[in-house]
């Protein structure tokens, strides 16, 4: 027994704990059940069932959309997509928006392993396609469901953008298209202040012409700054550019620049050009316009997306007044006919907008509640139109004065609530705003000087007075924030906008819809057999 007891132990023996063999039916039976507990794990969330009442159906449908958006949605709170899982290494790459290139280009020098990952990523957030391509061109709705601000400028909450937010980015990306509103403001204070120093109506000031020459010098200069910073932009960042002439806003300041060459050929000091100006200087100035113009009424009159009725805003002012400011030009120089044909095209679309934007038309885009300083564009055309027609035809006649009375009552209409006009963040925009201030001031120089009265030259000094004090204001806010307190040119987020918003619209629920039909049968069915019972 012992000799058999050590051979055992001496055995290199493996023992093995052997089961019982279950049946095949019971081996079948625990792989399904095996099965539906992973289904079960797959599918956490009930569904509804018409056995339970309607108070409990909709509680269940209420959880399970809960349950749903928790688990789908992705969490937006304005935040850039560089900043999300998988996108690291894009944060902060500002390249997207320079000459020539796209988040496609770059997509595609990245690992397609990588690639794959982004893809799985948007695939289940939402995402649709790659909507991130900067060449793509915005359409015009989606600006007004993105951003909101009277300047559009602003992005509402839980959208995304395609830049950072916490990162500073680089100033030519910062500088908007808005910045020709300084130039705007300066260079028609040189027209008024030597309107002021020739004018009959006012000669009893003596205001001396080195006033006007200092402030055309000022606006030239820049004019000069502004125009070549934004054709850097246009050289290196191209994109962005073409996100500004998308945007339903700032699409007018393209016709800025030339509306400012134009004011500074017309206040151009006496010392400088002591006779008429060359036509060639209004086919300059007035070409481009002419061209731009085409452009952006063609869209407005051929209907689409960008039809009038869907894109007009106050600043859409400033693609009207150029005409009437080319006509004053255009009659400085002598072409009386030229003139005649930017009055009759300016009435006639300043007519339209100016009708389109107070009815409030329902196909048209809400405009913003809070009144604001766009709301000063209203005044830039019929004042400009009244000092064209009186530059023309040498009188303030009365289709002069009734664009001129025009321009009066609503100067009124907003100075009486000037309360409004508080409690605003300060932008470069502002400044487009206080020309049609200096417009109104110069328009009634020129009434002054056709009906020269106490009342009528008092209204000339306090509308210029307010002008010249309103310039100078944003000259000093204007300079603090650019050198005090380095806010002046923020992250321009109005341009990194994603082409559509990412994850799928809400949209009425259809379960919701089964639920009221299902119970609106139900109801008249049981009416309907207790009205036989009845009956019987």
Same mark, same amino acid.
């Given at each position: ?11 290199? @023996? ?15 039976? #625990? ?24 108070? %409990? ?7 399970? +959309? ?6 789908? &949605? ?45 893809? /799985? ?14 060449? @793509? ?37 910062? =500088? ?24 009959? $109506? ?63 050929? #017309? ?12 036509? $060639? ?20 009159? /051929?209907? &689409?997306? !960008? ?70 564009? =209203?005044? *830039? ?12 035809? &040498? ?11 025009? $321009? ?8 009486? !609530?000037? +309360?409004?006009?508080?409690? =605003? ?43 010249? @004090? ?7 806010? @204007? ?9 002046? =040119? ?5 341009? *990194? ?26 109801? %008249? ?12």
């Amino acid at each position: 027994m012992d000799k058999k007891r050590t051979t055992l132990s001496s055995l290199n @023996t493996h023992y093995v704990d052997v089961h019982e063999v279950l049946p095949e039916e019971d081996e079948e039976r #625990i792989i399904k059940m095996e099965e539906d507990k992973v289904i079960k794990m797959k599918r956490p969330y009930r569904s509804f069932n018409r056995q339970v009442s309607l108070e %409990t159906g909709f509680s269940v449908l209420n959880k399970e +959309n809960k349950a749903k958006n928790e688990r789908k &949605g992705l969490t937006r709170s304005g935040t850039s997509l560089g900043t999300g899982f998988g996108l690291e290494g894009r944060k902060g790459d500002f390249s997207m928006f320079k000459t020539k290139s796209s988040l496609s280009k770059q997509n595609s020098l990245l690992p397609r392993k990588i690639e794959r990952e982004l893809e /799985s990523h948007r695939s289940n957030d939402g995402f649709v396609g790659n909507d991130e391509s900067v060449n @793509t061109s915005v359409p015009v709705g989606r600006y007004f469901a993105a951003l909101r601000g009277p300047e559009l400028d602003e992005v509402k909450e839980f959208e995304d953008i395609l830049l950072p937010k916490d990162e500073k980015w680089p100033f030519l990306l910062r =500088f908007p298209i808005g910045c020709f509103g300084i130039c705007l403001g300066l260079s028609s204070q040189a027209v008024l202040w030597r309107a002021l120093a020739t004018s009959p $109506a006012t000669k009893f000031l003596q205001i001396p012409p080195a006033i006007n020459f200092a402030l055309w010098l000022l606006a030239v200069a820049v004019l000069i700054t502004v125009s070549f910073t934004y054709i850097l932009k246009c050289i290196f960042y191209f994109e962005a550019v073409k996100r500004e002439y998308f945007h339903p806003v700032r699409v007018n300041f393209f016709f800025a620049p030339w509306v400012v060459c134009m004011f500074l050929a #017309i206040g151009v000091p006496p010392k400088l050009a002591p006779h008429a100006l060359h036509p $060639a200087i209004w086919c300059t100035f007035m070409g481009p316009y002419f061209l731009l113009e085409l452009k952006i009424y063609g869209q407005w009159l /051929s209907g &689409g997306k !960008r039809r009038l009725c869907k894109v007009a805003n106050p600043s859409s002012h400033l693609s009207v007044v150029g005409n009437f400011v080319g006509a004053i030009l255009a009659s400085k120089v002598g072409w009386e006919e030229p003139a005649k044909f930017l009055w009759g095209v300016g009435f006639a679309h300043y007519l339209v907008l100016f009708v389109t934007l107070y009815q409030r038309l329902p196909t048209s885009e809400a405009l913003p509640k809070e009144l604001h300083p766009v709301y000063s564009m =209203f005044i *830039a055309a019929p004042s400009a139109a009244s000092i064209a027609w009186e530059s023309i035809y &040498g009188e303030f006649d009365g289709l002069s004065r009734t664009c001129y009375f025009i $321009a009066l009552f609503l100067y009124i209409s907003l100075v009486v !609530r000037i +309360n409004f006009f508080t409690g =605003f963040r300060f932008s470069v925009a502002w400044w487009s705003y206080t020309f049609p201030m200096t417009t109104a001031s110069v328009a009634t120089i020129k009434y002054a000087e056709h009906v020269p009265c106490v009342i009528s030259k008092c209204l000339a000094l306090g509308l210029s007075f307010m002008s010249t @004090t309103m310039v100078c204001v944003l000259f000093v806010s @204007t300079f603090l924030h650019a050198f005090v307190w380095h806010t002046l =040119f923020p992250n321009d987020l109005a341009i *990194a906008i994603t082409t559509r918003r990412h994850g799928k619209e809400k949209k009425p629920l259809k379960k919701a819809y089964d639920i009221k039909r299902w119970t609106k049968k139900a109801l %008249t069915k049981n009416n309907s057999v207790d009205k036989d019972s009845t009956q019987e």
